[in-house]
T-cell receptor, first 115, second 113 residues
Framework: ETGVTQSPTHLIKTRGQQVTLRCSSQ?????VSWYQQALGQGPQFIFQ???????GRGNFPPRFSGLQFPNYSSELNVNALELDDSALYLC??????????????FGQGTRLTVV | QKEVEQDPGPLSVPEGAIVSLNCTYS??????FMWYRQYSRKGPELLMY????GNKEDGRFTAQVDKSSKYISLFIRDSQPSDSATYLC?????????????FGQGTTLQVKP
């Protein structure tokens, strides 16, 4: 098991609601990346946070937003939920971006179902 | 067209077989190439990564990258039932292998005893 923990593990929300997902990074890591994995698909990059600043964003609308805290844990917020937002949300923690010969460790994910 | 293409399978092989998994890509800026394994209800775990072209071996696993053909492969020798999982290729054009990763769809592998 990695040291990356995500909460909650599962949740069900209604279309139009807002949701907050949480991720605690592995000890010694200061970078968190978020991915969305739809059923039967590979993960898609949402954004990355490094030392509390956004450090790159994928092709997701502004209703997907994030935060990173001084202890390097992170939140993913999704507003105005749509049915297509139903997916497994993964966070990955790593050390400084740009450092080679490293690895991003993934958490187990949060399974979000929008009804 | 997706940046990374991967046959979703499923692929079913008998125990002990050699497994070949492949991905093609279109972005010539990719320089880090990774293979992840994902068990059901788990997050992906890194198996191997390669920088630029070449081969890399780790136990029963061998990764190959051919940048001229934009084609990467993962070979699994002496496959075991515990290898049954989804295998994801991932690539990055960043200066490390922990930046924005572009994943393939994943190939589901079943190794039958």
């Amino acid at each position: 098991e990695t040291g990356v923990t995500q909460s909650p593990t599962h949740l069900i929300k209604t279309r139009g609601q807002q949701v907050t997902l949480r991720c605690s990074s592995q000890s010694g890591h200061n970078t968190v990346s978020w991915y969305q994995q739809a059923l039967g698909q590979g993960p898609q990059f949402i954004f990355q946070y490094y030392r509390e600043e956004e450090n790159g964003r994928g092709n997701f609308p502004p209703r997907f937003s994030g935060l990173q805290f001084p202890n390097y844990s992170s939140e993913l917020n999704v507003n105005a939920l749509e049915l297509d937002d139903s997916a497994l949300y993964l966070c990955a923690s790593s050390v400084d971006p740009g450092q080679s010969n490293t690895e991003a460790f993934f958490g187990q994910g949060t399974r979000l179902t929008v009804v | 067209q997706k940046e990374v293409e991967q046959d979703p399978g499923p692929l079913s092989v008998p125990e002990g077989a050699i497994v070949s998994l492949n991905c093609t890509y279109s972005n010539s800026a990719f320089q880090y190439f990774m293979w992840y394994r994902q068990y059901s209800r788990k997050g992906p775990e890194l198996l191997m990564y390669t920088y630029s072209s070449g081969n890399k071996e780790d136990g029963r696993f061998t990764a190959q990258v051919d940048k001229s053909s934009k084609y990467i492969s993962l070979f699994i020798r002496d496959s075991q039932p515990s290898d049954s999982a989804t295998y994801l290729c991932a690539m990055s054009a960043d200066s490390s292998n922990t930046g924005k990763l572009i994943f393939g769809q994943g190939t589901t592998l079943q190794v039958k005893p």
